[in-house]
């Protein structure tokens, strides 16, 4: 009976497959971490309708956990306004910082955190809530009225509002170094 060739193993496969995921791995850690192009960057100042150094609009909120809000009564306090939703995944990655790094850090100083669900009712904030386990106080505008004296597209936005009711820095989207930085200027504020 005639034998039927063997096919010689390739030793090289193996070493050649761990370099090559090597490379991936090392290209992906070098490389900058996402930064809106310059063109993302024009509409994201387009859609801002309060820019830094503008008076923030006065508006009144419906809180979850009862009574509203109204923001010129938190003068004198540095304000973050925070416009995210539920079906987001940026807010939702934004969120997931906001009570060790924004809410503990700051807690017993003249600061307030101020997290507003665009276009979501009661119902759906109540789910997120819970789905999360998140306890902190939001703010709901089923409607988009309040977000639309601020901007008029891109979520999450931040507003953060000095204690004489200025912006003083404003963020669309979830960037770590952007966040970070939303940080230094809230701590700067409170000096």
Known sequence: MPR?????????????????????????????????TDKENDEIHATT???????????????????????????????????WATWC???????????HEIIDRFAGRDFQFLPI?????????????TKNGYKFNM??????TIYDCFASNYIPRNFLINKEGRVVMTTAGFDRDEF???????????R
């Open 4 to 36: 039927t060739p063997r096919r010689k193993k390739q030793k090289w496969t193996l070493p050649a497959l761990l370099i090559a995921i090597l490379i991936v791995l090392a290209i992906i850690l070098l490389l900058p971490s996402y930064a809106a």
């Open 89 to 99: 995944p940026p807010c939702r990655q934004e969120l997931k910082h906001v009570q």
């Open 49 to 83: 309708l309060v820019k830094q150094g503008d008076e923030a609009p006065d508006f009144t909120v419906e809180m979850f956990h009862g009574k509203p809000v109204t923001l010129s009564s938190l003068r004198g306090k540095v304000v973050l306004v925070t416009f």
């Open 139 to 144: 703010g709901m505008d089923p409607d988009r």
């Open 117 to 129: 669900a665009r276009g979501e009712n009661r119902e759906a904030v109540a789910a997120f809530r």
């Open 180 to 190: 970070n930085l939303l940080i230094e200027t809230i701590e700067k504020e409170l």
